[in-house]
């Protein structure tokens, strides 16, 4: 397929992460799905066996700032021996930005997604489209929008298969993880100055936001706020934290600091992961992970 000028133009990707189990097969992409996310983090791979029901790969490369987001998947397409092939049981990519809302099942209307999203976010018809994903056990429609030409080479190129917003990876993830009728659990999931926060109560999602933060101090006010706004108590309820950070960063210290029940997660239950995964941590890339419970 043809690459856009812009792509054409752009470097390869710089690898931080590239992980393949031995027992991988690229010849037998049918019994493989392929889940990539791309935002400003900067692109994920993820390859999930389906007979095994196990992860066998794991990709993460470096966002390069200057180039669309469509440029840098492009780009890495032209070079790589997965992304851009066809052939694959399951695909789906995830786009994270803050443009996104959620809607009450019941009250979705096809057709009408561009009107439900300028509520949040003003579109730009020329470089953005919306979309929208319907997760199949919360009764809730995600709408939100995507890099045009982001989502026109994907659809292209892999027509049968969804696109749809990081946070429904998210949400489907810590659902699958949560307890039916166990206490309100707050989920955060810390991205390069963007914090995910949601909540779920009985299995169910209660809350869901991005915010954007500069400093620690803006990161622990968000969290505080959120938890008074839907009365829980630092001082009782668990804080569950995924992403990219360390547990001697300065955001970490500062949640214990304020929160009395915090901890980083683990990967999705109910799914493999393979031995080459064993060094990387668990609490990291549970989106990409969670992409592998979105129908």
């Known amino acids: 397929m043809p690459l856009s000028a812009e792509s054409a133009l752009a470097a390869p990707p710089t690898a931080l992460q590239r992980l393949r189990d031995d027992t991988f097969d690229p010849a037998e992409l049918a019994g493989y ?12 791979v993820g390859v999930a066996d389906v007979r ?13 700032p200057a180039t669309s987001l469509a440029g840098q998947l492009q780009a890495l397409a032209a070079q790589h021996d997965l992304v851009g092939q066809t052939g694959w049981n399951r695909v789906r990519l995830a786009v994270q930005n803050r443009h996104f809302t959620l809607l009450p099942a019941p009250l979705f209307r096809a057709g009408d997604e561009d009107r439900y999203l300028q509520l949040h ?13 319907r997760h199949p056990n919360q009764e809730v429609v995600s709408i939100f929008a995507a890099e045009k030409a ?18 429904s990876a998210l949400l489907e993830g810590v659902v699958h993880q949560s307890e039916r009728q166990g206490p309100p659990r707050l989920f955060l999931s810390v991205g390069p100055l963007e914090l995910t926060i949601v909540v779920v109560r009985d299995k169910r999602p209660e809350f869901c936001n991005v915010f954007t933060f500069s400093t620690a101090e803006d990161f622990i006010y968000y969290v505080i706020l959120v938890m008074q706004e ?23 210290s500062i949640l214990r600091k304020y929160i009395r029940h915090v901890r980083f997660g683990n990967r999705p239950y109910d799914l493999g992961y393979s031995y080459r995964l064993n060094d990387v941590f668990e ?11 979105c129908e």
């Open 33 to 44: 799905n392929l889940y990539l996310s791309a935002g400003p983090h900067g692109l994920r």
């Open 52 to 64: 095994r029901n196990r992860f066998i790969a794991l990709e993460d490369y470096a966002a390069q």
């Open 121 to 133: 976010h003003p579109l730009d018809a020329q470089h953005e489209v919306v979309r929208h994903y």
């Open 150 to 167: 982001l989502a026109e080479w994907f659809e292209r190129l892999y027509p049968q298969q969804k696109l749809l917003h990081q946070t």
């Open 230 to 252: 839907l009365t829980l108590n630092p001082d009782e309820d668990p804080v569950v934290v995924y992403g990219d950070l360390t547990h001697d960063s300065e955001l970490f």
């Open 283 to 293: 609490y990291r890339y549970f989106e990409l992970y969670s992409l592998h419970l």
